[in-house]
């Protein structure tokens, strides 16, 4: 249970970074992408799940 509560976490901070970042930079992609995969490389050290597996169940 709490690792499924930890996979949510993820995904939401995920989404919330993609869709501030989208409004800060002006949808420019490459920025985007840049912030949210490192935000992906920060949790994946600091969590004890997938993201990547975590994101790719999400999709």
Not at 1 to 11: A, G, I, S, T
Not at 27 to 43: A, D, G, Q
């Amino acid at each position: 249970m709490k690792r499924r509560k930890q996979e949510e976490l993820v995904e939401d901070f995920l989404a919330m970074v993609a869709s501030f970042a989208g409004k800060i930079y002006d949808k420019r992609s490459h920025l985007v992408k840049k912030l949210v995969e490192h935000n992906k490389r920060f949790l994946q050290e600091t969590l004890p799940i997938n993201v990547d597996k975590t994101l790719k169940n999400k999709l």
